[in-house]
């Protein structure tokens, strides 16, 4: 049963994603998004380890993992990155992601519906119409969509259909193991998948002061910290509501370039923040009242 706890620690999970856009931007002019990403997914996965280490949560017996479950994660992980790299190379930063985070909840309730014929609530087509609309709002003055092209256009959307079948699969895997553990492995199979990128690009940049921040911060904020209690939640939250719940992204990452960073704010993007907060708000509620009901009953 979905507890406030639940909502609160994918909430937390989601803000920390947020923060990968901050560790990028202070990262050294020669830092390739490539490099970046290999450096975020290794030094996540060795952080995860050694919490798993040290609380004893590190599989007993390997063999018994879903590895077809763990697989599907890892491929998700390694989609994920080329997809969003290449849309922003194409159509911009603000399109995809727009796009990406936009339609990942849609996918994520096409998917749990044709897959486990689940139905979303009914506030959760509300809270998804009110954050989708924030979204647009955030970002209507940056979409510039004259030079894309229908194959561009669709890889935002691709990186979305990926990122909802990781939401989807991934609980799957916590069946058996904690979520740490889960992202320990998966985190474990792309970075080394993904290793040779470091004989294509230069790598110098990790070794200096800043980069040094960088790849740290991203690796145990981002990924350790973020994939740990989002996954957390979702376990019990469910992926549909968890897709919506996520949203919780862009306002955290938002808010940082506001304050942190001094990125200029317009009146769009505070309505945009303010439909977000009401798309949350609606869920959380819904979650907590859902949870008096089914407490009800059961007593």
């Known amino acids: 049963m979905t507890t406030f706890r639940d909502v609160i620690l994918l909430l937390i999970g989601a803000l920390c994603f947020s923060t990968t856009g901050m560790f990028q931007s202070i990262a050294p002019e020669d830092a390739s998004p490539w490099i970046v990403g290999e450096a975020r997914m290794s030094v996540g996965c060795l952080c995860l380890f050694a919490w798993c ?31 969003f790299f290449f849309s922003v190379k194409a159509v911009g930063v ?54 894309s092209s229908l194959l561009y256009s669709i890889l935002p959307i691709a990186a979305g259909f990926v990122y909802a079948v990781l939401l989807v699969v991934t609980p799957k895997v916590m069946e058996h193991i904690p979520a ?17 990128v470091i004989f294509l690009f230069p790598f110098d940049w990790i070794f200096t002061t800043k980069g040094a921040v960088v790849v740290v911060g991203i690796g145990l904020i981002s990924v350790g910290l973020a994939f740990s209690l989002f996954m957390t939640g979702l376990k019990y939250t469910g992926s549909v509501i968890g897709a919506t719940l996520g949203l919780a992204e862009p306002i955290g990452a938002s808010i940082i370039g506001i ?37 009800a009953e059961t007593e």
């Open 53 to 83: 280490f040290f609380s004893h949560k590190l599989p007993k017996n390997w063999k018994a993992l879903p590895w077809k479950y763990i697989a599907v994660c890892a491929g998700c992980i390694l989609a994920y990155s080329p997809l």
């Open 94 to 147: 603000s399109t995809t992601a727009v796009v990406a985070i936009g339609v990942t909840p849609l996918w994520t309730a096409i998917i749990e519906k044709v897959v486990y014929g689940e139905t979303p609530p009914i506030r959760w087509y509300v809270a998804t119409f009110l954050a989708l609309a924030g979204i647009v709002h955030m970002n209507a003055e940056s979409f510039d969509t004259s030079s």
């Open 180 to 196: 740490e553990t889960t992202m320990m492995i998966v985190m474990g199979i792309a970075s080394v998948v993904m290793f040779p």
């Open 259 to 295: 304050v942190f960073l001094g990125e200029p704010v317009s009146k769009l993007q505070i309505g945009g923040l303010h439909l977000l907060f009401a798309s949350i708000i609606l869920l959380v509620f819904g979650q907590i009242l859902l949870r008096k009901k089914t407490k």
